[in-house]
């Protein structure tokens, strides 16, 4: 093997092997957060034919701004993640699974879109392991993808979406057909989770004004038809399809605009700014270290002006997805994970020349051996981990062992009666839907057998019900009188 082919190799046996340490383990084990279990519920129920496409369904005490339909958010991910479910069951694994494809998907877009960029040599090109590496040591995107978060499928359409408009731009055959491909991709990220998904529709103007390689006239026509597939696919469901067009106006209405106006997460609109550098912080030090150590401050100035357009672009285009979070109170950090990949590859274009040079002087095809083997032992050794690990609980395990007590004693599709200060245990209650399906009712229900509150037990309630002795840490269980 050529000596640059082992240096590849060795850098994407340890990059690939980074990934899977930082999200494997999370995935294998017990313990999701709240929003992801959510989400879970959903595409499971919407598997076992409740709710439908437009309307889905989470429980039957969920009540939102008047509606018991589950319109948190855009209803593709919940029918992606159904067919999951239809293929591999109700078992905890199948969200995980799900997870992990959008990881690979992911992983293979980034990789497609770092091969179509021009470079000076294809040695270059061969350091996709690179934008990969930057990307997934981001703090807050292994953590999506341990957690089933709506960003990681964002992220997938996000990413095809911007693969096809630059294959429209550096391979003009079948031209109009990669951008009518690329809205279609926006149309589903935006599906997925609303107005986020938009943000490559800027990637056509932003191209013009950085790269310089394309027209006005071209960058106007491309971005309108961009623009348009989308835009038209919405109205054409609003207006020709009665579910569509009602969930729609809910979610923008009595969701969206109610809870931008309503329900601010922060206190200052720039605080999503100050997240997105800490999430960065450890892509960041190893530029740093990079620069600092070896010095590749030198090889800086050998980019060709087309790279140093290119860098700014993706720079740019990732900053389209976070700029517009600050039009809001409501944000949190993993609002602008889709944006993140393309940071990366940004900052990736500006190293490569210096990691090539790093190649040369650590001259890596000398112990490639050594690394080859370490990195296919450690390699094994997450495997390993992960199949002991496999069945575990990694987060909320006082809860989730309360969780398994109560199903193991409560029928699977029960109803339970519960206090408020229960009922808004969001993560409990979305832990009891997913692993036995039973469902907490905050008013009177006829159809309860059970009533739950937290400890101590100060309820009137509890008076003409039995304790139900099952050693719970945090709640006491009753079964109501016949």
Known sequence: MPAFQKTTSVLNIITYTIILILVLPGLVQHGMFMDGTQYACVSRDLALGKGSFWFPHLSDSWLKNGSSYFI??????????????????????????YCFCCLLLSTLFVNKIWQLLPMESNELKRNSWLPLFLWITCGSVFWAYQNNMLEITVTVFVLASVYFM?????????????????????FLSSLSKGLPGLFPLTGFILFYFICKNLSLRRALLYSVILVATPFLIFTLLYFFNADAKESLQFYLVDRLFYRVNNDPLVENRLVILLWL??????????????????????????????????????????????????????QRAVYFIPALPF???GLSLYIVNGIEELKKRVNIQRYYQKIRYSSLIILSGVLISCALLAGRTSRDEEMLEDVRKICAKIPTGSYVEVPDNVYELWDFQFYLLRYSNIVLWPTPNKNAEFYLVTNPISDEHTINCRPVNIDLKNFELFEKSK
């Open 72 to 97: 948190e958010h855009l209803p593709l991910v919940y029918f992606l993640q159904s067919k999951f479910f239809l293929v591999f069951g109700e078992s905890i694994y199948t969200e995980r699974i």
């Open 343 to 345: 940071f990366a590859i």
């Open 166 to 186: 630059l294959k429209a731009i550096y391979r003009t055959r079948w031209c109009y057909l990669n951008i009518f491909i690329s809205g279609i991709c926006v």
């Open 277 to 330: 550098l800490t999430d960065m912080l450890l892509p960041i030090i190893f530029i740093i270290l990079l620069a600092v150590l070896f010095k590749l401050k030198k090889v800086k100035n050998v980019f060709s002006i087309e790279r140093k357009r290119l860098i700014a672009f993706f720079i740019l285009l990732g900053f389209a997805g976070v700029v517009p979070l600050t039009l809001t109170l409501v």
